[in-house]
């Protein structure tokens, strides 16, 4: 079985930063509700779906995020711009939601960063000897490639 482990929060943050920095601007319904994640998650899935036919869907996401790492070491993320994300995180619940409905196996875990998710579960499922493509554009992901583990770098395009 081809089995899809997609970092849910790199393909979201990705697309709406990619929105954002457009002409056009963040998206939004006539009564101004946003809907920038929701339309260009979902675009990037049906894409994905098309061109990497897998037998299996898991999307993984952060949330509540991972305290150990920073605790191991502090400057974790530390060059990250901060800036406020309070509408891009609503967003986000409404998304995922949204994926529920349409069927998507997510996995989240509480205090743990989708990286290790995935990788957890692209070692897991390997050795159940189903072939793993995971999809994210996040380099970290390279040492996990392996026999039955691929990586698969989407472009994000608006």
């Known amino acids: 079985m081809k089995i899809a482990l997609i970092d849910g929060n790199n393909l979201a943050y990705k697309a709406y ?3 954002s920095e457009s002409k ?5 319904t ?16 049906n894409v994905l779906v098309e061109r990497t036919k897998f037998d299996k869907c898991i999307i993984c996401w ?10 191991l070491y502090p400057e974790y ?6 800036k406020d994300m309070k509408e891009y995180y609503d967003e986000l619940d409404s998304a995922r939601n949204y994926l529920k409905q349409l069927g998507f196996v997510q996995a989240i875990c509480k205090g743990v960063e989708a990286d290790d998710v995935i990788g957890f579960l ?7 000897k189903h072939k793993i493509v995971i999809i ?11 026999h039955r583990v691929k990586i698969y770098r989407p472009i994000v395009d608006n």
């Open 122 to 128: 692209s070692e897991h499922l390997s050795k159940q």
């Open 136 to 146: 994210s554009d996040d380099k970290d992901f390279y040492q996990l490639c392996k």
């Open 24 to 28: 056009t601007g963040l998206l939004k």
């Open 30 to 45: 006539s009564v101004g509700v946003p809907t920038t994640v929701i339309f260009s998650l979902l675009r990037m899935l």
């Open 77 to 82: 993320k530390a060059h990250r711009k901060t």
């Open 62 to 71: 952060d949330v509540s995020g991972s305290h150990y790492r920073k605790a």
């Open 17 to 19: 930063s990619r929105f």
